[in-house]
């Protein structure tokens, strides 16, 4: 009698054993161990701190952002269920608190973002792509920040941290294609803001 045989694939093989380590320490964190949520905190505050950093532009914010990303986290963590990696969880997590932060910042303050399809931002597609230039980081931080807060977050998750636009989709809660469009959007708004500081 013959046997099929099924194959996992490589990356799901070792996704498995991560993912039961994910697990388990969110458990420990639930039954109140201390040391569990210590090693959460270790393990992902310095992907958070970055992200919170570039979209807020302030380090002391960001490390205020960082205790609330926190305490949050630590209130919905029966919430999480192990359907994405706990760190995605904690990026959607962390970045809706930073949206939220945000966005209330800009009502008390009366600011309203401004859309990017202007026409000058649209005619100034041509060029080099970012990556290609040298650019100054204190530019780039200060450009960052005069972005509109949806095409901020797309470009700081794909281009910055380096996730693929399926993460950053589900990190914010958008389609994929939005993710791409915002993407170019931000790409396209920095080359104009970063010519004006030149």
Same mark, same amino acid.
């Given at each position: 009698m013959?046997? *099929?045989k099924v194959?996992?694939?490589? *990356?799901a093989?070792?996704?498995?054993p991560? &993912?039961?380590?994910?697990?388990?320490?969110? $458990?420990?964190?639930?039954?109140g161990d201390l040391g569990?949520f210590?090693? !959460?905190?270790r393990?992902h505050?310095g992907? %958070? +701190?970055s992200l919170?950093?570039r979209m807020l @532009?302030?380090?002391?914010?960001?490390?205020?952002?960082?205790?609330e990303? +926190?305490?949050?986290?630590?209130r919905? !963590?029966? *919430? +999480?269920? #192990?359907?994405?990696?706990?760190?995605?969880? %904690?990026?959607?997590? #962390?970045?809706?608190?930073?949206?939220d932060h945000?966005? *209330?910042?800009a009502?008390r303050? =009366?600011? /309203?973002?401004? #859309? /990017?399809?202007?026409?000058?931002l649209?005619?100034d597609a @041509?060029?080099?792509?970012?990556a290609?230039?040298?650019?100054?980081?204190?530019d780039? $931080?200060?450009a960052l920040?005069? %972005?509109?807060?949806?095409?901020?977050a797309a470009f700081?998750l794909h281009?910055?941290?380096g !996730?693929?636009?399926?993460?950053?989709?589900?990190?914010? =809660?958008?389609a994929?294609g939005?993710?791409?469009?915002?993407?170019?959007k931000?790409r396209? &708004?920095?080359? =104009?803001l970063?010519?004006?500081?030149?």
């Open positions: 013959a046997t *099929s194959t996992v694939h490589p *990356s093989q070792a996704a498995a991560v &993912r039961a380590a994910e697990l388990a320490l969110v $458990e420990r964190c639930r039954r569990a210590e090693e !959460l905190y393990q505050s992907r %958070l +701190f919170a950093v @532009g302030n380090p002391a914010d960001a490390e205020d952002m960082l205790q990303i +926190f305490l949050a986290a630590h919905k !963590l029966e *919430s +999480f269920r #192990g359907e994405a990696a706990l760190g995605t969880w %904690l990026y959607r997590l #962390g970045m809706n608190q930073i949206l945000v966005r *209330s910042r009502a303050t =009366g600011q /309203l973002t401004d #859309g /990017l399809d202007d026409a000058t649209l005619a @041509g060029g080099h792509r970012l290609d230039r040298a650019i100054d980081r204190i780039l $931080e200060r920040a005069e %972005l509109p807060e949806g095409c901020r700081v281009d910055v941290e !996730l693929e636009h399926k993460e950053v989709s589900e990190v914010l =809660g958008i994929e939005t993710s791409k469009s915002q993407v170019h931000a396209l &708004r920095l080359r =104009g970063l010519r004006k500081v030149r």
